[in-house]
């Protein structure tokens, strides 16, 4: 990668730090591999703020399009790396542009990692179509499955870049009807908030959203971030849900236990 590509990072992100730590937010971060060793100043930085780092794939390619021995090193050399450079374990990943390869979950187990972030609810044309996936964290095998959340009412997945588009209090006037979900689970770029992004290899579609003014988008980051706080939400990493969710399902099993078993629930209250 050039210096040209590493902008959204080296730009990008104190600009969204500096959004993140007016609301007291953490933020989880998917990180190519091949990056890693150029960014280790923003890794630390990131580490000293509590943020969370994970794996998005080594050279971030399409995986599906992969075969099975280069998919296999793209998913586990990413997290050898960035454990090597973080000093400390990698739990999660991401697809690349939201593209799953069939059997993903399955090699993320093998690989050591404990929940994935690759399923968009709602739409985008050539990538996703998840209308009916679950909107809360779910097991896939091993591995959890912490969805992105989608817009209330638009079809879109929650991006800052289409919270930007629609404009915050369009959405929330179309989250009266349909309602906000109770995990709300945005994503966005570092690139997003930085003007001249390269447009080499972007889609004709997209160039006209890279090349808006930049700073609306942050006005817009710092607007939503706000309005949520207000409205209860509470900030959290991936994989603060992850833990949470598995706690939920741990007490859901001791109650199921506890209705199956009534005659041992007398035994332990005397």
């Known amino acids: 990668p050039s210096e040209q590509h590493l902008r959204g990072v080296r730009d990008g992100l104190p600009a969204i730090y500096e959004q993140l730590g007016r609301h007291g937010a953490p933020a989880t971060w998917y990180v190519s591999g091949e990056i890693v060793p150029l960014i280790g100043g923003e890794l630390r930085e990131a580490l000293s703020r509590g943020d969370e780092l994970n794996s998005h794939a080594y050279t971030h390619r399409r995986l599906p399009e992969l075969p099975d021995a280069e998919l296999d090193d793209e998913i586990g050399r990413s997290k050898a790396v960035l454990e090597e450079a973080l000093g400390r374990p990698v739990h999660g990943f991401r697809a690349p542009q939201a593209r799953i390869p069939v059997g993903l979950h399955r090699r993320l187990a093998a690989h ?16 996703f179509r998840n209308f009916d996936v679950p909107v809360q964290p779910f097991r ?28 915050l209090s369009t959405l929330r006037a179309a989250g009266k009807l349909s309602g906000w979900p109770e995990l709300v689970h945005l994503y966005m770029h570092p690139f997003d908030v930085i003007p001249a992004y390269p447009m080499q290899g972007i889609p004709r579609g997209a160039r006209l959203w890279y090349r808006r003014r ?27 849900v992850v833990k949470r969710a598995g706690e939920e399902l741990s007490a859901q099993r001791i109650d199921r236990s506890i209705l199956s078993n009534p005659a041992d629930v007398r035994d332990k209250r005397q």
């Not at 050591?112 to 990538?127: A, E, I, K, L, Q």
């Not at 817009?151 to 870049?161: D, Y």
């Not at 939503?224 to 959290?236: E, H, N, V």
């Open 112 to 127: 050591g990692y404990r929940y994935d972030s690759s399923v968009f609810r709602g739409t985008m044309p050539t990538r």
């Open 214 to 240: 930049p700073g609306s988008v942050l006005r817009t980051l710092h607007r939503l971030l706000s309005w949520l706080s207000g409205a209860g939400y509470r900030f959290t990493t991936t994989s603060g």
């Open 140 to 167: 896939e095998g091993d591995i959890w499955e912490v969805p992105v959340s989608k817009l209330p009412t638009f079809p879109q997945a929650m991006g800052l870049m289409w919270v930007d588009w629609y404009g």
